[in-house]
């Protein structure tokens, strides 16, 4: 059995809570594949994390150089691919209601209101004192 990720477990929570219909279950599953990957993707970076420390303890020879750019190639990978399936990601979470910006869109009301955040609540007490 293999073990599911954070995310993917995140997202298998935020889906059990819902209310899905049948015409939800595609976008469902590519959502629980894109969390997959991105969990996936982290762990290899986990990995390249270990091999790098690995190797600058090691005196550094021709093989710890291949072993130190793979790993920096799978650190990038693992970036690159949480940049580009996390907004689509949030997209799917949001397309079933899984998000609390959807969930109020679905009930008939805008946005949801947060309030300021803490950087604009240190702007306006910045703002005072000066």
């Known amino acids: 059995m293999r073990s599911?990720?954070?995310?993917?477990?995140?997202?298998?929570?935020?889906?059990?809570?819902?209310?899905?219909?049948?015409?939800?279950?595609?976008?469902?599953?590519?959502?629980?594949?894109?969390?997959?990957?991105i969990d996936h993707a982290e762990r290899m970076a986990a990995v390249a994390d270990r091999a790098i420390?690995?190797?600058?303890?090691?005196?550094?020879?021709?093989?710890?150089?291949?072993?130190y750019v793979y790993a920096l190639a799978a650190k990038v990978e693992a970036k690159e691919?949480?940049?580009?399936?996390?907004?689509?990601?949030?997209?799917?979470l949001e397309a079933v209601g899984a998000t609390p910006a959807a969930r109020?869109?679905?009930?008939?009301?805008?946005?949801?209101?947060t309030g300021p955040s803490q950087l604009d609540r240190l702007r306006q007490t910045r703002g005072k004192s000066a």
């Open 4 to 37: 599911v990720g954070y995310l993917e477990g995140a997202v298998e929570e935020a889906v059990a809570a819902l209310d899905l219909k049948p015409e939800d279950c595609a976008a469902v599953e590519l959502g629980r594949h894109y969390a997959e990957q």
């Open 53 to 67: 420390r690995t190797l600058m303890k090691d005196d550094p020879d021709e093989e710890d150089h291949q072993k």
């Open 81 to 92: 691919l949480l940049d580009k399936l996390g907004p689509k990601l949030l997209a799917i």
């Open 104 to 113: 109020a869109k679905l009930k008939g009301g805008g946005p949801v209101a």
